[in-house]
Structure formats: C-alpha cells, structure tokens
C-alpha cells in the first residue's frame, strides 16, 4: 500500500490569518503583548503547549496553560462566528484526486484538534479523501514520529512505502524519525532552506510539481 500523509495548515490549507487572529485574542485575554507574526509561523505545526512555550518563553507554565485554553477559545468563537476561513491552497484538490485515482491512500498529520481538522476538511468537502486522520489530541508534539506510525499502522503500510508531505521542518524531522521519505512544500511556512536543512528529500513548488514528484 502507498500512503502520502499530508501536514493540513501550510499544506492543505492557508490557516495563517486565522491562527495569528486567535492567538492575538489568546494573548489580549490574559493581558499580554501579542508575539510577531513572525514567531507565530515558525510555530505553526507544533502542539499549543509546546508552541506556547515557544511564544511566551518567559511565562510561568501557569500562564503557558491558560494561553492554550485562551486560543482554544478564541478559536472555537470564531468558528462559530463563521470567521474561519482556511482556504484551500490553489490546485490541491487536484492533486488529492490524481492520487486517489492513482491508488494512493491518503492521511492526514496535524497540530490541529480532533475537531478542528474535521471541521477543516468538511467544509472543503475533503472528508472521504482521508482515510488516517492523525491529531495532536492523541499523540505527542511533531517532530515525534508517533501521528506516522499510528498513519502507517492504520493503512497497513510499510516506511518504504509512505511519504510525509508537508510545510514545516517539524514535519520534516517527524518524517525522518519515522524512516520516511519527506517531501517539502514551498508554499507554506517555512522556508526552503528550512525543510532542506530539517531533512527534506525535496521541495516542490507548486502541487503540480508535487503530483509529478509522487508518479
């Protein structure tokens, strides 16, 4: 069986305005300066207790805590405010279809919630393309590689057959601690140099470009 998981944020989707929004309102609530949205890409993929500790490094754990819960929330209005927009990339869904029909099977691995990403996928009518979903509500922080063992285990696939796809050096490292081939995207939040120097085997630039990586 060959299995590409894709990252979602920077991946799939352009969550970037809507994570910087939340984490503005996360860090407002309890009284604190909002990071640069600098900082806020390059964590863009972690867990939020590990991307807080990233952001607010000089916060008690108490403090670390209550801006998890604050983004949880703020996040979680404005989905409920229709304010999430996420945008699928340009010709992603394309490329989601040329694999199915080539016979890949398809997962995802994500710092997003369980519910988050379904929401993600649903509204993009992208819920029957997956059939791994992989969430930090169930495993450890990338870069640990167990969202891509528990991927691999779920489509009864082998490393050699599995690819990572994804934005970040975190999901580059994830891909190398779980023996698998990784693949950068340019579009994303990190830069080339990024997920070159974090073990990508390459970048692509365009999902097309992806696609004919993956023939």
């Not at 944020?9 to 970037?16: K, P």
């Not at 640069?36 to 964590?43: A, E, G, T």
């Not at 989601?96 to 009518?125: E, I, P």
Request: hydrophobic letters at 40%; aromatic letters at 6%; charged letters at 20%.
């Amino acid at each position: 069986m060959r299995l590409a998981v894709f990252d979602c944020d920077g991946t799939l989707v352009d969550g970037q305005h809507d994570i910087a929004m939340a984490m503005d309102e996360a860090f407002a609530a309890l009284g604190l300066n909002s990071p640069s949205r600098l900082s806020v890409r390059r964590i863009v993929g972690l867990s939020l207790p590990q991307a807080m500790r990233k952001l607010a490094p000089t916060q008690t754990p108490e403090i670390q805590t209550a801006l998890v819960e604050a983004y949880k929330n703020a996040y979680r209005q404005a989905r409920i405010e229709g304010r999430i927009g996420e945008p699928l990339f340009r010709g992603i869904r394309e490329v989601l279809d040329g694999l199915r029909a080539d016979g890949w099977d398809l997962g995802v691995a994500t710092g997003k919630s369980d519910r988050g990403l379904a929401y993600c996928l649903a509204t993009h009518g992208l819920s029957d393309h997956f059939i791994t979903l992989q969430t930090a509500d169930r495993h450890p922080s990338k870069p640990h590689p167990s969202m891509l063992t528990q991927a691999m285990d779920d489509a009864m696939a082998q490393a050699q057959d599995c690819v990572m796809i994804g934005d970040t050096s975190y999901d580059m490292a994830m891909a190398r601690a779980a023996g698998v081939r990784a693949i950068g995207v340019a579009w994303g939040y990190h830069t080339t140099s990024d997920l070159l120097a974090a073990g990508a085997d390459c970048v692509v630039t365009t999902p097309a470009h992806l696609q004919e990586a993956l023939s």
